[in-house]
């Protein structure tokens, strides 16, 4: 070594031994410590991915459980309202000629021609069997031709046709009824049933609670007992608010029952298949339902043609086929049992 070379003393190489003694190491602690954590990592993940699957799986268990299905059948809606009546008919009364026992030809609603004898009554204190009893015994006749009934209510020459067309509604149609059968004994003068003309149309005034859209000529349909009609009006009035109309033919029962409840059909009837209207969904601004097809629901774009308060009328849909009555989001696609 040439004397011009530089030395390193003794003091410079303690130095360098210093320092690299303190440079940074990984121990075997630490790299413990790391495998560790990179194993808790995995089983944290596989442990939450575990659990999201259990809980997806019973969510849609969950949805699917909560669905509420019906069946789409075929049927008819129709617009019907009930509506207070009040009928009139041309009505004659036929009272007693003489106190006495009544014995009647026939059931009630039997027709008569004038001059037939509706009944026969037994004047007071004839002997059954005598000459005398013959001689007391006196035939009721019809003075009409019509149908015989054995009741009367003392509204028969007030509530008529006429006076339906010509009076004041409000004091007419609160006059009181007075409804008698015939007993087995009547008294003289005392009515003992009437005639009604069954081939004169019946009349009546309909209590509505708007008049509004009806005028005079137009006909409404209207069901009384087992008999349909449309019947035109003939007069409106707003007190008592309602409407006079005349049917096409005598009606059945409004003979016996003056006042009673007609059935109006306001509307015209549609038929087809109906699903219970809780099962409109508007998804965006589609109007549709939710219909089960092979053990997955999906959703249909429908068109309703007539509703009422409790079902639709949908077009093109097929009777017998599972729909949703209990529709919310995210029931595409969801795989359920129709129960």
Request: proline share 4%; glycine share 8%; aromatic share 8%.
């Amino acid at each position: 070594m040439s004397n011009n070379e530089p030395r390193i003393s003794n003091y410079e190489l303690e130095d360098v031994s210093r320092m690299s003694n303190n440079e940074p190491r990984t121990s075997n602690y630490q790299l413990k410590g790391r495998r560790k954590k990179s194993i808790y990592l995995f089983w944290g993940v596989l442990l939450i991915a575990l659990v999201g699957g259990i809980f997806w799986s019973y969510r849609s268990n969950f949805n699917a459980r909560t669905i509420k299905f019906a069946v789409a059948q075929i049927g008819t809606i129709t617009h019907e309202l009930k509506v207070a009546t009040t009928f009139a008919n041309q009505e004659l009364p036929i009272s007693a000629p003489v106190s006495g026992s009544i014995q009647f030809k026939s059931e009630d609603g039997q027709r008569f021609r004038p001059g037939e004898g509706v009944a026969t009554v037994q004047a007071e204190g004839a002997t059954p069997g005598t000459k005398q009893e013959n001689a007391t015994k006196q035939t009721i006749l019809a003075t009409k031709g019509g149908l015989f009934f054995r009741q009367t209510d003392g509204l028969e020459a007030i509530i008529t046709s006429e006076n339906l067309i010509s009076m004041d509604l409000d004091r007419l149609l609160a006059q009181p009824a007075n409804v008698k059968i015939a007993a087995p004994s009547v008294q003289k003068g005392e009515f003992v049933g009437k005639i009604v003309n069954n081939l004169i149309p019946t009349q009546a005034f309909l209590e509505l609670s708007s008049i509004e859209g009806l005028a005079v000529g137009k006909t409404i349909r209207l069901t009384t007992g087992e008999q349909t009609a449309n019947a035109k009006i003939l007069r409106k009035s707003e007190k008592p608010m309602g409407v006079v109309v005349v049917f096409p033919y005598y009606m059945d029962g409004s003979a016996t029952k003056r006042r009673q409840e007609v059935i109006w059909s306001y509307q015209s009837s549609t038929s087809g298949v109906l699903v219970p209207i809780s099962a409109l969904w508007t998804q965006g601004e589609e109007l549709g339902v939710f219909l089960w097809s092979e053990g997955v629901v999906h959703f249909k774009k429908v068109k309703v043609l007539d509703q009422d308060d409790s079902q639709v009328c949908i077009e093109n849909l097929t009777s017998g086929i599972p729909v949703v009555i209990t529709p919310r989001n995210g029931l595409e696609g969801l795989v359920a049992d129709v129960k």
